[in-house]
């Protein structure tokens, strides 16, 4: 994760970190090329509401687990 930081111009130098956000879930199913019905699957499991922002690699671990669930056999 980036930090990146800022200085106010007071004496007392205040620092701010401001995290750069995670894509959302749609974002990572686009870039991933996940297919619609999958992610629509997969929201609906892991009760993720459209916009939710989470770690890619989360992501990748959470979509594996439900595709490769009991409902893949």
Do not use: C, H, Y
Not at 32 to 45: N, S, T
Not at 54 to 66: R, T
């Amino acid at each position: 994760m980036i930090q990146l930081s800022s200085k106010s111009k007071s004496k007392d130098d205040v620092k701010v970190d401001v995290a750069v956000q995670d894509p959302t879930v749609e974002e990572l199913a686009e870039r991933l090329g996940v297919k619609p019905w999958q992610i629509a699957g997969l929201m609906k499991a892991q009760g993720w509401a459209p916009g939710k922002r989470i770690d890619e690699s989360e992501f990748k671990a959470k979509l594996a687990a439900w595709t490769n669930g009991p409902m893949a056999r």
